[in-house]
Each structure stands twice: as structure tokens, then as C-alpha cells.
């Protein structure tokens, strides 16, 4: 196995392998990492991601899923692809029960614990096992909470959202809260800016908090999102897709251009919190 720069090196490695008389190996190439303008990662510019900066804010789950699969195809290699890839590696790992064995060797995560397992059980150990939140909605509520957040007040908002929320209970998590923790403090933090609602985003921030404010507390995120999905689609408000009305709610609310499902995140975080978001919005 070699990387594309060495393929010259491989080519010659065989044809003197068969000289000696030996048989030429199977030799795999595999495509280059990337930075993310696209570009070849170098030493010398630095650009690139090294495996402790990756398992600080990702798991080593997750970077063992991202460099497993495809390796003739060149992939991007940053601090932007963790998230993705956390959420990705659980969505896989869960989807693994249902599959067809076919679907399961064709599935990355199977090899991995294949490998983690060595009993030779199949499906192997893990298989099956799922977050109870993502990544993604963790460094929502995260970036939310702030620089300064802690795994105490994580594990109060978690609460909200999962039935006797307790870190011994769920040691995956508890990694990823402290991964979350760190990307948000190195990454997302200094970047979040909430924006001064427009007026027709104002008044639909209105009819969504008084929504709110007549609900059961404990209303399901599904439930939650229709409302939120039903504010949007009020003809009155002038958005012209709901794709507009939510990137308004995540620009206003949370300093984001991207975010996550508005109704798990008002489950995770509280209605009460989120109707605070809310008002501060509006006061802007």
C-alpha cells in the first residue's frame, strides 16, 4: 500500500521484485488527504490535521470510520469534517442489526468493531448501539451555553431530553460532552454571532414564542418541530421556503449559519430557555 505520490516507487519496487525473480506484490495506491480549500496537505505549510488534534475533538471511533472506507478517493482532511463524522460513525454503527449481511460488509463500521471485538461474534459487540443525542445537536447546545460551559451544566440541559440523564450510565457520551466542550471552545465560540431579527423574521419569532408559551414543557421534539415548521409556513411571515424561515431562527438564535432540528433542540435545551433566546432576539 502506498500513497499517490509514491506510485512511481511502487511501480519500480514490482519490476524489481520480478527481476530477482519474485512475483510482483498487489499493490493498493490510496488517494491523498486535502486540506479544506482542496489543496495537498504539506508539512511544510502545516495545513494539515494531526491524529492527537483529531481524537481532542472527535472520537477515535470517528477517525478510524472516516480514513476506512474509499481509500482511492481523495477526502478532505480539517477540523471540519469531526462533527460530521462522529454522527456519521453512530448512525452507521446503529443502522448495523437491520442490514442484510451483504449490507453489512459493505457497512465501516462492522470491520471496525470487528476488529475491536476479536470474538468473532457476529453481529460483533456494539452493533446496534446509538447516541441518544448527536454531535452536532451537543455543539448546538454547547455553543448556546458558551466558552466557558461545563459538563455539569451539559449533563443539566441533557436532562431535558433523555429519562434519568446520569454520565455512568452513558460513557459514550460522556466522551463526546468533553469533545463537544473543547471544539466548541477552540472553534465554534469565537465565531457565533446573533443577528438583529428582520421584521417579517420578528413577528414570525412572536407567534413562535407565544406557541410556546402554551405548551407542555415536556412536549416531544417531533411536536416541537411542528409547530416550528407550521410558524414557518405562514404565508403572513413572507418566507419564501422553510429553508429561509430556519436559517433565520439560526442566525437569531443561535450565531449560526447551519443548525440543528429546531425541535430537539427546544427539548434539549427547555421552552423556557429557548423562549429566552427568544426575547433576547427580539431585543436586539
Do not use: C
Not at 228 to 244: C, I, P, Q, S, T
Amino acid at each position: 500500500m502506498y500513497g499517490k505520490d509514491l506510485t512511481d516507487s511502487g511501480v519500480q519496487s514490482g519490476k524489481i521484485v520480478q527481476v530477482l525473480g519474485g512475483r510482483k506484490p498487489e499493490g493498493l495506491i490510496y488517494e491523498l488527504f486535502l486540506d479544506e480549500k482542496g489543496e495537498k496537505i504539506s508539512k511544510s505549510k502545516g495545513n494539515g490535521l494531526t491524529i492527537e488534534e483529531w481524537l481532542t475533538y472527535g472520537s477515535e471511533e470517528s477517525l478510524g470510520f472516516y480514513i476506512f472506507p474509499n481509500p482511492k478517493s481523495a477526502k478532505q482532511l480539517h477540523i471540519g469534517v469531526i462533527p460530521r463524522a462522529v454522527d456519521d460513525y453512530w448512525q452507521f454503527r446503529g443502522n448495523i442489526p437491520a442490514q442484510e449481511v451483504d449490507k453489512q460488509l459493505g457497512n465501516p463500521v462492522w470491520h471496525l468493531l470487528r476488529v475491536r471485538d476479536g470474538s468473532g461474534a457476529q453481529p460483533p459487540l456494539g452493533a446496534g448501539d446509538t447516541l441518544p443525542v448527536t454531535f452536532g445537536l451537543l455543539l448546538n447546545l454547547v455553543g448556546v451555553l458558551g466558552a466557558t460551559a461545563t459538563h455539569q451544566q451539559v449533563w443539566s440541559y441533557l436532562g431535558n431530553y433523555i429519562h434519568d440523564a446520569d454520565p455512568d450510565d452513558h460513557p459514550d457520551l460522556f466522551r463526546l460532552v468533553e469533545k463537544a466542550l473543547a471544539y466548541n471552545r477552540d472553534f465554534v465560540a469565537p465565531t457565533l454571532v446573533k443577528r438583529a431579527p428582520a421584521a417579517n423574521e420578528a413577528a414570525a419569532l412572536r407567534e413562535l414564542d407565544a406557541q410556546l408559551a402554551s405548551v407542555d414543557p415536556a412536549m416531544s421534539a417531533e411536536d416541537l418541530q411542528t409547530i416550528v415548521y407550521e410558524v414557518g409556513k405562514n404565508e403572513a411571515h413572507g418566507f419564501e421556503n422553510l429553508r429561509d424561515w430556519f436559517k433565520a431562527l439560526y442566525e437569531t438564535l443561535l450565531g449560526s449559519a447551519q443548525g440543528p432540528r429546531m425541535g430537539s433542540f427546544i427539548a434539549l435545551y427547555g421552552v423556557a430557555n429557548s423562549r429566552q433566546l427568544i426575547a433576547e432576539a427580539l431585543a436586539r
